[in-house]
Nanobody, 121 residues
Framework: QVQLVESGGGLVQTGGSLRLSCTASGINFTFNAMDWHRQGPGKERELVATVTSGGSTNFTDSVKGRFTISRDNAGNTVYLIMDSLKPEDTAVYYC???????????????WGRGTQVTVST
């Protein structure tokens, strides 16, 4: 059974920093791309950052230069380091991955329960 467990959210002032963690089980973590999504109040869920199995990273434009994504394969953990936080970063942050199985390479998506990040003015 695949599980993604996030931690590290909280309340922070504008300009502050937070580090989110997501620990995975039930997958071959080393071979999985991992990403963070977020859903702000009244907004659709959006992809924030991705780290591939090879360590390449990608970010949505609004967080480039402020957020970093990294992975610890030995610990099955992916991190989202968020600096220079802004009120518009307020959201529930979700860890996500997917695997493909079977001859038809059916895609299965897995999500954590989310962790709340609130940035105050």
């Amino acid at each position: 059974q695949v599980q993604l467990v996030e931690s590290g959210g909280g309340l922070v002032q504008t300009g502050g920093s937070l580090r989110l963690s997501c620990t995975a089980s039930g997958i071959n973590f080393t071979f999985n791309a991992m990403d963070w999504h977020r859903q702000g109040p009244g907004k659709e869920r959006e992809l924030v950052a991705t780290v591939t199995s090879g360590g390449s990273t990608n970010f949505t434009d609004s967080v480039k230069g402020r957020f970093t994504i990294s992975r610890d394969n030995a610990g099955n953990t992916v991190y989202l380091i968020m600096d220079s936080l802004k009120p518009e970063d307020t959201a529930v942050y979700y860890c996500h991955t997917y695997v493909r199985t079977g001859r038809e390479r059916t895609r299965h998506d897995y999500w954590g329960r989310g962790t709340q990040v609130t940035v105050s003015t």
